[in-house]
């Protein structure tokens, strides 16, 4: 399972780090990334890591102030978010292409933790 953590109230121009760590019986992640989903909105794709190279994709609207990165050891994957401003409201999800020792790769979700951006 994917476990999440570290959403928050932030003032604009502020910065959070949200962790989501994966357990279980892993055999193996391809990717990790974070989607986010504000009220009224469909979800989107935040940004995006293979475990493979380290290669990152970014939505265009965190590109230069958001920061994802892989913790190998501790299958775990991180958002660094920088000059947060209130469009970045939302719940943010983790997710991971992930194997176990008893299933092939398939997505799996993280519970949300909510980011509020406001003064």
């Known amino acids: 399972q994917l476990q999440a953590s570290g959403g928050g109230l932030v003032q604009p121009g502020g910065s959070l780090t949200l962790s989501c760590a994966a357990s279980g019986s892993i055999r193996s992640i391809d990717d990790m990334g974070w989607y986010r989903q504000a009220p009224g909105k469909q979800r989107e794709l935040v940004a995006t890591i293979i475990t493979r190279g380290g290669t990152t994709s970014y939505a265009d609207s965190v590109k230069g102030r958001f920061t994802i990165s892989r913790d190998n050891a501790k299958n775990a994957v991180l958002l660094l978010m920088n000059s947060l401003k209130p469009e970045d409201t939302a719940v943010y999800y983790c997710?991971?292409?992930?194997?176990?020792?008893?299933?092939?790769?398939?997505?799996?979700w993280g519970q949300g933790t909510q980011v509020t951006v406001s003064s």
């Open positions: 997710n991971g292409y992930i194997s176990t020792y008893y299933s092939g790769p398939r997505y799996y």
